[in-house]
């Protein structure tokens, strides 16, 4: 398939989360809460962006896994494949479908604005543990996109009843479904530092390099483990605090992903 | 004692440990340079608290799963301490033909107690091939070391390396020709040496190289292989090619020579002998790398187990993110 049908792929899924969220909410406010609707927009969405990912692996004849348009567009697929079945598994994770929606817009939109270049995937690099390293590393970041649109909603809703922070009607599911995604994201981001330390070992010879995007990420698997120490010392931590700090958490994934490996001269640089 | 434990169990020391190695790892991520003095203090703060924190913490004693994975953590923290007093890294470029010599290789990083048992790595360098696919697009690495005490060769490359006492070589990108020159000075004394071309063919532009004669005569050698890279089809890199070796000398006179073509210049005769491939090694030493992810699973399957056991908990014993129960 040709590039123009990659990119018509990629424009009409960045239309469908447009559209996903503007019947989000008109559904809001006639008070529907249903979200099969929902759930088949962004079915049809991830079906076009299987399509484009496709059309670019069988053009490249290679995974998406170099340039910054490889890593938006494989994952634009991935979270939102991973945020359509924790919402349909988890109902409390469905409240943060409008935080979402808004925020994978805004990835399609930022992908259709970098150029699709393609970069040769060297021998070294493609065996099974980039494979495991990759998989792992969009879990997380998919795992924690739903922590922090959950945390986000709460802390919009706790900070709407002016004086007293206080946690919302529904607000205790939503709070322990913060909680237990952070929690599952912390292990696929232990597994992803692990796989990848196994494939870098095999493919530039050392596990560990202390390049930019490594330490980024040792830095976010840090900050998530002092979160989840900080909940327990301090029993009586506002629970705004621990919201507040899960979207910070997640807006370091999202720098981490998206920026240190493009912007740095590591073997993890995208461009080699 | 058992108080001392307790302060260097407490939790705040953990976050303050955490939020200091947070620090130095920002610091890290300006100047990886000098990545490891900057970690040691808080990683040395956080182990000590990790095993206090495992001795005297009854929550681990309540947490089976939360316990194995500090002590798999703990596991990894000496693990990669003991790595780092050991290990070694190194590069070193090997011409077919020529015998592993541990002096030629030039270390990146040596652990302050690395053994130094390189010497009894023995083998020489056999035939290297690099396949490429169209487009310039680098396939398969095949390197055959020929082994000195057992007759015996063992070919690699790429992902699969070659390990010998403990040191690991991989093959990497950089790789290219080597023109072998015989010498012989006025006194019918003969020495046979490599002259390594720029990797190739990243650099099959510029494929030449300065070489002073033992005389003391700077000589500019230039590799002309004919025929340029062929970027739209298949083709193997070896070292069967035809070359013709173009010498400058500091007056700027170009002689071209063929292969078994000499040269008499002051002080000497200069032969082609032949043209051979070198490949560029990287060597790496450390024991412990088994056992540190021997470690990292453990603890990771230990963190799973305890998150599902979260997951299951009822909602009127919800079991918080570290695995304390708490109250509804």
Known sequence: MSPVVEKSLLIAAVAGFGATLLLRLVMNRRGNESWWPLAGGLSVVLLFLLMAVTARWLRESQGPFLTLYDILLSNLFSLTLVFLIAASLVPALRTATTIVLAFLGLLGIWSLNVAPDAVPLPATFDNPWLWLHVLSGKLFLGLCMLAAGTALLLLTRATRTDKAVRIPDTGADMDDAVWLTLSLAFVCHSFMLIAGAIWAHSAWGRYWAWDSLETWTFITWLAIALLLHARVTFRRMPASVGWSAVVVIFGLAVLTFFGVPFISIAPHKGVM | ?328
């Open chain 2, 1 to 328: 004692m058992r108080s001392l434990l307790k302060t260097l169990a407490s939790l705040r020391l953990t976050l303050v440990g955490l939020v200091w190695l947070i620090l130095n790892a920002i610091a890290v991520s300006q100047w990886p340079d000098g990545a490891i003095p900057w970690l040691v203090l808080p990683l040395a703060l956080l182990a000590l608290n990790l095993l206090a924190a495992i001795l005297v913490n009854r929550t681990f004693r309540l947490q089976s799963a939360l316990l194995v994975f500090h002590v798999g953590l703990l596991g990894v923290l000496i693990l990669v301490a003991a790595g780092v007093l050991v290990r070694f890294d190194g590069q070193i470029e090997l011409v077919e033909g020529e015998h592993f010599d541990p002096a030629a290789v030039r270390p990146m990083s040596r652990g302050w107690l690395h053994p130094r048992r390189m010497q009894n790595v023995e083998f020489s360098q056999g035939p290297i091939e690099v396949r490429y696919v169209s487009g310039l697009r680098r396939d398969t690495t095949h390197s055959t070391l020929n082994m000195s005490d057992e007759g015996s060769s063992y070919t690699f490359g790429d992902r699969q390396g070659f390990s010998s006492h403990g040191y690991r070589f991989m093959t990497t990108p950089n790789k290219g020709f080597s023109v072998l020159l015989l010498w012989e000075d006025v006194d019918g004394n003969e020495g046979l040496g490599a002259v390594n071309f720029p990797s190739y063919p990243e650099f099959e532009w510029k494929q030449q190289n300065e070489w002073t004669t033992p005389s003391g005569e700077q000589l500019t050698l230039e590799l002309d292989l004919g025929t340029g890279v062929p970027e739209d089809s298949a083709w193997t890199l070896n070292s069967d090619v035809e070359f013709e070796l173009l010498v400058r000398n500091e007056e700027g006179e170009t002689l071209a020579l063929a292969p078994g073509d000499s040269l008499s210049i002051a002080g000497g005769r200069m032969t082609v002998a032949d043209l051979r491939l070198w490949m560029g090694y990287r060597i790496d030493y450390d024991p412990f790398l088994s056992w540190l992810l021997a470690a990292a699973f453990l603890s990771l399957g230990a963190l799973t187990v305890h998150v599902q056991q979260k997951f299951r908990a009822p909602r009127g014993a919800t079991v918080n993110a570290l695995g304390r129960q708490q109250e509804a």
